[in-house]
């Protein structure tokens, strides 16, 4: 006696045949299928077949995965393994594609797109729709409907004359006349030798026609040599002018291939250039460095309060321009370091009435962490953050341009991308770079549907992945190309096989996954970016805490400076150029700017001299008491200003200047002159005609003027935007399960009929409050399992299946069969009872 259980007759039953671990498979691979969860594994089933929740599974395909699909919905319905095998390898086979097949179908019986055994393969009906050609959706396949399908619309007569021109006998209804057209273009041999009879002219048609688009164009008097391949069916009219290439024929001549090219193996992504670890990990730290840097002088610039915020968010171009010009990069990179701070919470808008952009208290707090750790924040938030900067400067679905910090950046798909790029990098030889354009393959092969089935400029997912490879340079992910060993752990990927460690951070123990590993959890991205800075920071250049003066009024930082080091020079003089080293430059003005600042020229000649590895030149110490004597000799307060002097000579020659005419100064006394202009515009006049004046406040003493940082009150750094729900982790997935078992144990569960209204299969049981209590009282005592209809407060109905323990003050208490518990239940919200079979 056979024990084999018996074939499944629907999806459901497919997916009810199916262990806890395979259920678990596909809930994680398609996790819209438990938003929310569903109350047993028929509404799993329906779900799993909606037109939305398919279309999301195909796009997860891989291509091989979706030829396989694709070859099915031109298959009979339902297929053998053995047919399917012959459309994807042909009727000569072919070893990968034989060898690939086992795996790209248990991909699509793993995400419930394929039910049956390999006997009886069948498609989920909404996919078949979705992959079927159809003239209005030709098939990526190239193939044409079937005869039966070309043919439904024909009349009887002209079926049967094509019928009799083929050389088949007659038959009595439409119906039978395509069947047997078709047993003729499925018959091999037979159709071998039909075709050996046909003109050239026409064999050349159809094969212009076979590998697709099947459809073509005729007139109302064709060709003879249309006319034969339309007399005998191998061309049939679909339209007035339009004919079809029937499936069956266009499979003969394919020798039964549905697809031109399968493609069961994923392209190589092969090294284009390799390099030494130790030079792709030093190039990526240094790339890393001025990324620290180039951040910080963003937020420096932006510190007394940045640019304005646009009426509809974001930054005007005008003022990325700037900030292009101020960081000394292109636009579209100032674009990426603005989009980065903001992602990573250092700056936001301050919300107040004159709306502007400001660093945030995060960024301090930022900036005292280690720069190893500062990296590692710049470059987790990059990798799981949805905004792209590479989309500003285009159009949104309403022709608006899209600018930086501006709404409509998230692209869902960014993440997924940058993690696949970095793991493609990190499937390479230590050291190695790849090609640029192998990895588009190769991420095209992956999801080729993401790009609408194509794969050029205009497809984001291609897009992404450029920026992704140019970005991770920018950061310091990447080296030369090449994946560093810091950016490795920010993945928390293995060392490739051969590493051998070299510091004493590259010992420290590292949450390894596999490569193919999905994108990281919050707590396993907190793991993986320490151990990047652990990596990193062995690699970053120390701060210095002396510069290098020079006799020609400059100074050389030949590298980074200690923090307060770098905040008093960035006062006393200005930037004259960056790189390796930094320089310096001394000025009049910068050394007012420090004057002005507090200090004094006894200050300034002690700093110089303890941060100097070289003398203090002696034009520099001359421009610093020179500027030291004449700061103050003016003082400015408010009159609306005024100004005086004990050096009534130095009064009259301001008076005598033409250039004060806009000051519109008079004397009050021989020390004192009055302006009718405010303070800071007569402090402004006065030194660009050439005099040190200090402002003093109004008790007579100097103010010290220093920049006061601009804040905006905490914020959070923006949010990702998911692409469709998130994946859900082990605890829910069991507690679905579990939920999905018991609903469908209760939806299922054999039940006694009380009577002829009683409800159908998937129904809530009806009955009134007066049955429903006395059958409650009933179960309490003899212990019987029954079947509820329940709806909670929320309105929710659900099935479920409980023993009841007791019954009073209108609860119910019971063992609950479907949550494994025990629970009390308002009998007012059980729509009904019933009781279930003794079996």
Not at 9 to 21: I, K, N, P
Not at 240 to 246: A, I, M, Q, R, Y
Request: net charge negative.
């Amino acid at each position: 006696m056979s024990t084999e259980a018996p074939a499944p007759r629907s999806l459901a039953e497919a997916l009810r045949a199916r262990d806890d671990s395979s259920l678990a498979a596909l809930l994680r691979s398609r996790p819209d299928l438990i938003t929310p969860v569903p109350t047993d594994l028929t509404q799993l089933a329906t779900r799993a077949g909606t037109r939305a929740s398919v279309v999301r599974a195909l796009e997860r395909l891989d291509r091989f995965a979706l030829q396989t699909a694709e070859a099915l919905a031109v298959a009979g319905d339902p297929a053998t393994y053995d047919e399917l095998l012959g459309l994807m390898g042909g009727d000569e086979g072919e070893p990968l594609v034989t060898a690939a097949l086992p795996q790209a179908l248990g991909t699509l019986r793993e995400q419930a797109l394929v039910w049956g055994g390999d006997d009886r393969l069948r498609l989920v009906r909404t996919a078949r729709e979705l992959l079927a050609p159809s003239p209005q959706h030709p098939s990526p396949t190239g193939l044409g409907p079937t005869v039966r399908e070309a043919t439904a619309g024909m009349s009887p007569g002209r079926i049967q004359e094509i019928v009799t021109a083929a050389g088949l006998p007659s038959t009595h209804d439409p119906v039978s006349a395509a069947d047997a057209l078709s047993g003729l273009f499925r018959d091999r041999a037979r159709l071998s030798a039909l075709l050996d009879e046909a003109p050239a002219e026409s064999v050349e048609v159809l094969e212009r026609l076979v590998w697709g688009p099947p459809y073509g164009q005729v007139t109302a008097d064709p060709a003879p040599r249309l006319r034969w391949l339309l007399d005998r069916g191998l061309l049939l009219p679909t339209a007035p002018g339009t004919v079809v290439l029937p499936r069956e024929v266009a499979l003969h001549l394919r020798a039964g291939r549905a697809h031109r090219t399968p493609e069961p193996v994923p392209p190589a992504v092969p090294a284009a250039a390799t390099h030494a670890a130790k030079v792709v990990d030093a190039t990526a730290a240094g790339q890393a460095f001025t990324a620290l840097a180039t951040v910080e002088e963003l937020l420096k610039e932006w510190d007394e309060g940045g640019p304005a915020v646009l009426r509809a968010g974001g930054l005007s171009v005008r003022d990325l321009k700037r900030t292009a010009v101020a960081l000394d990069v292109s636009e579209p990179v100032a674009a990426f370091w603005v989009e980065l701070a903001y992602g990573a919470g250092l700056i936001a808008s301050d919300g107040e009435a004159d709306e502007r952009y400001a660093a945030t208290p995060a960024y301090d707090e930022w900036l005292e962490r280690p720069a190893a750790e500062r990296w590692a924040h710049l470059a987790q938030t990059w990798l799981t953050a949805t905004r792209t900067s590479g989309v500003i400067g285009g159009r949104d679905a309403k022709d608006r341009t899209l600018s930086a910090l501006g709404p409509g950046l998230d692209r869902s798909a960014a993440p997924e991308v940058r993690h696949r790029v970095l793991v493609l990098l990190a499937g390479l030889p230590e050291g190695a770079a790849p090609d640029a354009e192998s990895v588009l393959a190769r991420l095209h092969w992956e999801r080729p549907l993401r790009g609408g089935g194509r794969r050029d400029e205009d497809d984001l997912r291609t897009r992404l992945a450029r920026w992704t490879l140019s970005e991770a340079e920018l950061l310091g992910v990447t080296g030369r190309g090449a994946l560093s060993s810091h950016g490795r752990a920010l993945l928390a990927l293995p060392a490739p096989a051969g590493h051998v460690a070299e510091g004493p951070g590259d010992r420290l123990p590292v949450h390894h996954r596999p490569a193919s590993a999905e994108p990281l959890s919050p707590a396993e991205q907190a793991v993986a970016s320490a151990a990047a800075a652990r990596l990193l920071a062995p690699l970053l250049p120390e701060p210095l805490d002396h510069v290098l003066l020079q006799a020609d009024l400059t100074a050389v930082a030949p590298g980074p400076l200690e923090r307060p080091l770098a905040e008093t020079l960035g006062v006393l003089a200005d930037v004259e150029s960056k790189g390796g080293a930094t320089v310096y430059r001394f000025t009049p003005a910068s050394v007012r700017r420090a004057l002005d600042a507090g200090r004094s020229a006894s200050d300034l000649h002690a700093f110089l001299a303890a941060h100097s590895r070289t003398p203090v030149p002696q034009p520099l110490a001359y421009l610093i008491d020179d500027v030291a004597r004449r700061h103050g000799h003016l003082r400015v307060g408010a009159a609306s200003a005024y100004v005086r002097c004990d050096d009534d000579a130095l009064l009259n020659e301001i008076l005598a200047d033409k250039r004060a005419a806009g000051l519109r100064l008079r004397r009050l006394a021989p020390t004192v002159l009055a302006a009718q202009a405010d303070p800071a515009t007569l402090l402004e006049g006065l030194r660009a005609m050439g005099f040190a004046p200090a402002a003093e406040s109004a008790e007579g003493d100097v103010l010290i003027t220093r920049a006061h940082a601009h804040r905006t009150p905490p914020r959070t750094a923006p949010e990702p935007v998911p692409e469709g729900p998130p994946a859900p982790d082990a605890t829910l997935l069991t507690a679905a399960i579990r939920a999905i078992r018991a609903g469908d144990l209760a939806s299922t569960a054999p039940r006694k009929e009380v009577s002829a209204a009683s409800p159908a299969s998937g129904e809530l049981p009806r009955t009134s409050s007066a049955e429903t209590l006395a059958t409650m009282q009933a179960a309490v005592l003899t212990g019987q399992a029954l079947w509820i209809g329940y709806v909670n407060a929320e309105g929710a109905a659900s099935q479920r299946v409980i023993a009841p323990v007791r019954v009073e003050g209108g609860f119910v208490t019971a063992y609950d069969h479907t949550a494994d518990e025990v629970r009390t239940y308002p009998l007012h919200r059980i729509t009904g009872v019933a009781e279930l079979a003794d079996d």
